[in-house]
């Protein structure tokens, strides 16, 4: 169960404003972003959406921060990244953005405790009493803050990774595949809990996915085709409806 300890936040969250990306693919320019504009409104779950090589992956990247994009401006909150070096950027990453990936990413060697407290370890802050243990209740792992990821199933991995992206209460949560690597009712669970920090908490939510049953959950789809957004779906669109529209610009690639 997710606490409703902070308020519902309104406005904008994060936003890209005509984001370019290029990189060099076997000595080719290749323009994996295409001056994609959007915004992520806070207490919202969008799924961003596409066929294999549409630059998902690389917008979320340049959303968080971890990519700088060729042009264009990225804005978290009314923080503009562009004008980041890297130490301020790497400390912004670290205050306001959480970021989950698919393969889960955590420290073998460590706790589940352990993992979801570095975060706060590498920003040299002290958690306060009870601050992990709570973390890790809110994702239903509260009996299993000493066991290492190698004792842990996937489904709860994810969610230690997701509690370790929300220690610092992050302005927005990125997921890239949260539920790839899952089996239904994992992915189910970790989905629901995606749901409901943006629900209960407000928190924003922005994921990569590419199953139309995790889409439905969200927001707004984004539909990206040859880096450029080719359709956005309101929410209350079911998962068939999700397909067909995928199933169109897969054609169309």
């Known amino acids: 169960m997710i606490s409703t300890d902070s308020p519902r936040t309104t406005g904008v969250a994060a936003e890209l404003r005509a984001v370019t990306r290029r990189h060099?693919?076997?000595g080719e320019p290749v323009?994996?972003?295409?001056?994609?504009?959007?915004?992520?409104?806070?207490?919202?779950?969008?799924?961003?959406?596409?066929?294999?090589?549409?630059?998902?992956?690389?917008?979320?990247?340049?959303?968080a921060g971890i990519d700088r994009p060729t042009s264009g401006e990225v804005l978290i909150g009314d923080t503009e990244l562009g004008g980041l070096d890297e130490h301020?950027?790497?400390?912004?990453?670290?205050?306001?953005?959480?970021?989950?990936?698919?393969?889960?990413?955590?420290?073998?060697?460590?706790?589940?405790?352990?993992?979801?407290?570095?975060?706060?370890?590498l920003a040299r802050?002290?958690?306060?009493?009870?601050?992990?243990?709570?973390?890790?209740?809110?994702?239903?792992?509260?009996?299993?803050?000493?066991?290492?990821?190698?004792?842990?199933?996937?489904?709860?991995?994810?969610?230690?990774?997701?509690?370790?992206?929300?220690?610092?209460?992050?302005?927005?949560?990125?997921?890239?595949e949260p539920t790839g690597a899952l089996d239904i009712r994992a992915s189910r669970t970790v989905l629901r809990l995606l749901r409901e920090l943006a629900d209960r908490r407000g928190q924003t939510v922005v994921m990569v996915t590419h199953d139309p049953a995790a889409a439905a959950r969200a927001d707004r789809v984004v539909l990206l085709a040859d880096?450029?957004?080719?359709?956005?779906?309101?929410?209350a669109r079911g998962p068939e409806t999700i397909a067909a529209r995928m199933a169109a610009l897969e054609v169309g690639a």
């Open 24 to 26: 060099l693919t076997g």
């Open 227 to 235: 880096g450029r957004v080719a359709e956005e779906l309101p929410g």
């Open 125 to 176: 802050r002290r958690p306060a009493a009870g601050e992990v243990a709570a973390a890790l209740a809110e994702v239903g792992l509260a009996d299993r803050a000493g066991h290492r990821p190698s004792e842990l199933s996937g489904g709860q991995q994810q969610r230690v990774a997701i509690a370790r992206a929300m220690i610092a209460r992050p302005a927005v949560l990125f997921a890239d």
């Open 88 to 121: 301020a950027l790497t400390l912004l990453r670290r205050e306001r953005v959480g970021f989950v990936f698919q393969s889960f990413n955590l420290v073998p060697a460590l706790t589940a405790a352990q993992n979801v407290e570095l975060p706060l370890r």
């Open 31 to 63: 323009t994996a972003v295409d001056r994609v504009s959007l915004r992520f409104e806070a207490g919202t779950v969008t799924a961003v959406m596409g066929p294999s090589g549409s630059g998902k992956s690389t917008l979320l990247h340049c959303a």
